[in-house]
């Protein structure tokens, strides 16, 4: 199966960086503005020829390049207050991957907004607990704990049963999917921009690329669509960036967080 997901985080009004989401200039660099967010959905939809879909129509439909998936992480109260009405207006509906330990503090869903979100149509589903810095190097009984308590945590707020999730902080490894699929997760996003999806334990894994500050709607809507190039440069770069982050360790965080508080 081949599918593009394109991942976005919180959509916020300008000046307003730290009203959804995490704060800090290390997620800042991947929130857009209102004005913006709106710009990339009328491009992403001039582009396409059929609407996006979620996860859940994976299994009912050909899914094909031109159906792409929106995904949205971290669980920012945006999500409630601006995203989802904009996915609406044009008959779409996103995923919206919600950190449990955040659910009801300030920036946040609250658990009613949650239900609200699921109840007009969009998908919920586990960002973690805790939003781990490098989720790969957690031992297994943190993954495990990651999942099985961001699941059931959803799973009650909803009082349905929640098996989709998103691996935080773009540090993906095998024992993240198994511990995932253990968890009862069907289908897991991570960060690696690719179009080929696999299986672990019963688990799709699917990669999603990355829209942060600056991508412009016509970019968006290249990857969107399906386009070579924009995909390609992307998973140059994020190959790259794994490299070093893997060389880097716990460094490479340290010093990206000090760089970018600058």
């Given at each position: ?47 396409l020829p059929k609407p996006a879909i979620i996860a859940s129509e994976l299994g009912d439909i050909d899914i094909s390049h031109t159906r792409p998936l929106l995904?949205?992480?971290?669980g920012g109260v945006s999500a409630h207050q601006y995203v989802a009405r904009l996915l609406e207006t044009v008959g779409w509906r996103g995923h ?167």
């Amino acid at each position: 199966m081949r599918a593009i997901s394109l991942l976005y985080h919180d959509v916020v009004l300008p000046g307003r960086l730290s009203s959804s989401g995490f704060p800090g200039g290390d997620a800042d660099i991947y929130k857009l503005t209102l004005p913006d967010f709106e710009r990339h959905l009328d491009a992403i939809r001039s582009a396409l020829p059929k609407p996006a879909i979620i996860a859940s129509e994976l299994g009912d439909i050909d899914i094909s390049h031109t159906r792409p998936l929106l995904t949205f992480d971290d669980g920012g109260v945006s999500a409630h207050q601006y995203v989802a009405r904009l996915l609406e207006t044009v008959g779409w509906r996103g995923h919206f991957f919600v950190t449990t330990n955040w659910i009801g503090k300030e920036g946040f869903l609250s658990p009613a907004q949650i239900r609200d979100l699921h109840a007009r149509g969009h998908s919920i589903g586990s960002h973690s607990c805790s939003h781990p810095a490098r989720m790969s190097y957690c031992s297994r009984e943190q993954l495990r704990r990651e999942w099985t308590e961001s699941i059931a945590v959803l799973s009650d707020i909803l009082g349905t049963t929640v098996d989709v999730a998103s691996v935080p902080g773009g540090y993906y490894g095998r024992n993240v999917a198994e511990e995932a699929a253990d968890a009862g997760i069907k289908t897991l996003f991570n960060s690696e921009p690719r179009t080929q999806a696999h299986v672990v334990n019963g688990c799709w894994i699917l990669g999603r690329y990355t829209i942060k500050d600056g991508v412009t709607p016509g970019t968006a809507a290249a990857m969107a669509s399906g386009r070579f190039l924009p995909r390609f440069q992307q998973f140059a770069y994020w190959n790259t960036k794994k490299l070093l982050k893997t060389a880097g360790g716990s460094s490479w965080i340290r010093m990206r967080k000090w760089v970018l508080a600058r």
